[in-house]
């Protein structure tokens, strides 16, 4: 065994060096920009339908029918914005017993082009993505982000998400002001005459994101045992004493890219179990972000979450019924899309890079005595982060 693995060690210090990978072919896709960010990202334009976007020899192309062709033209990234009507034509003369679509556009465009390969993206429809393959179109998934670029946000993109994070504080300072303006009558919050619910609470927040010059969709404002499940919207009355979670994540109409706040309330008086318990999450988002800078793991940020929570011995626990504690991600990229490269949590040892923005959300959860969860935004850079998120921390409303 030892001459093995001798002998191997040799014939591997003589080895030659593998050579570089081959790029990548261009990127191709069929998409619209409200379910795409990278559509959005590819044309910086709005295109509420699908298209086909695709690049060649260096330069961006779009289809587009009659009906978005002048908007698009004009406003859009693309080096060639090209009439779909007439490339369906082109189609129906080519294949006149077949009703023509997506994927004969797009091989006839990529024949004119001379461009047979193209990169799509994990989410790329499958429907096309069979028929392109049987005209003869190369194509080759994306192992990961289509647009690794995303990642790093430019001066302008980081103006937008500031704007994206000040319509987020604007919601949530909604939510505070309904809160103190609430009467605690029994186990009932009532506002304007009536009793709060989960429903108004966040009909308040998407009015003040809207009037701001964002849409907020799926927004939460959940209480009490609800607000243990990091996703439930909330629904039903809200009620005094319990801990609220409110978390906004609007998306700036103008620009396409998003806000993403969280912030944890009480209408009443905490209990010292409560109090103890947004204390500990602030302690740890204050962790987190003492150490984020460039070139750090994702996994030590998370990490220094979960150790401060350990230290204040608040438990994690998974049973068939569910978990409790701290059992989601410390947080996550965000631009065009809520959700977006890189993620910060135990699953992740890639390094944060400057210029990169990410989510800081820490959070507890334990039904009976209620959740917290304190989410901002930071942009990372050399030597720690830039705060693109500002929103008062004050929690306990009396």
Not at 49 to 64: E, I, N
Not at 104 to 120: C, P
Not at 232 to 257: C, M, N, T
Not at 266 to 291: E, F, N, P, T
């Amino acid at each position: 065994m030892a001459n093995r693995s001798s002998n191997l060690i040799q014939l591997l210090s003589h080895a030659v060096p593998p050579s570089p990978l081959p790029p990548a072919p261009p990127p191709l896709l069929y998409a619209d920009t409200e379910r795409s960010a990278d559509a959005l990202y590819f044309g910086r334009v709005d295109v509420p339908d699908p298209f086909v976007a695709l690049a060649a020899h260096g330069k961006k192309y779009a289809v587009v029918s009659a009906l978005e062709f002048g908007r698009v033209r004009r406003n859009s990234a693309f080096d060639r914005v090209l009439p779909l009507e007439t490339y369906l034509a082109k189609a129906r003369e080519i294949w006149p017993q077949r009703k023509p679509g997506a994927a004969e556009v797009i091989f006839i465009l990529a024949r004119e082009l001379r461009q047979l390969s193209f990169t799509v993206p994990e989410d790329f429809p499958a429907g096309v993505y069979e028929k392109l393959f049987e005209l003869g179109l190369d194509l080759v998934v994306a192992n990961g982000p289509l647009f690794p670029s995303r990642e790093i946000k430019t001066p302008t993109e980081i103006a937008a998400l500031r704007e994206g994070n000040r319509c987020s504080a604007l919601g949530i300072a909604a939510a505070a002001s309904v809160l103190r303006a609430s009467v605690i009558r029994g186990r009932a919050l009532i506002y304007q005459g009536k009793t709060l619910t989960s429903e108004r609470l966040k009909f308040a927040i998407e009015s003040a994101c809207l009037a701001a010059g964002a849409v907020s969709t799926n927004t939460i404002a959940a209480g009490g045992n609800q607000a243990c499940d990091p996703h439930q919207r909330g629904s039903g009355p809200i009620r005094p004493h319990e801990l609220i979670i409110v978390d906004v994540f609007p998306r700036v109409s103008a620009s396409g890219y998003h806000g993403d706040m969280t912030r944890t309330f009480l209408r009443g008086h905490a209990s010292d179990a409560q109090r103890d318990l947004v204390a500990a999450v602030r302690a740890a988002q204050l962790a987190a972000l003492k150490i984020i800078r460039a070139g750090i793991t994702a996994r030590a940020v998370h990490e220094a979450v979960v150790a401060t929570f350990a230290a204040r011995r608040y438990e994690t626990h998974h049973t068939p019924k569910g978990s409790s504690g701290f059992f989601h991600g410390t947080g996550h990229g965000l631009g065009l899309a809520v959700h977006e490269s890189p993620g910060v949590s135990s699953r992740y040892d890639n390094i944060l890079r400057r210029g990169t923005v990410v989510t800081v959300e820490p959070g507890l959860y334990y039904p009976g005595l209620g959740a917290c969860r304190i989410e901002d935004v930071v942009q990372v850079t050399a030597i720690g982060h830039n705060l693109l998120s500002k929103s008062p921390y004050t929690w306990e409303l009396r």
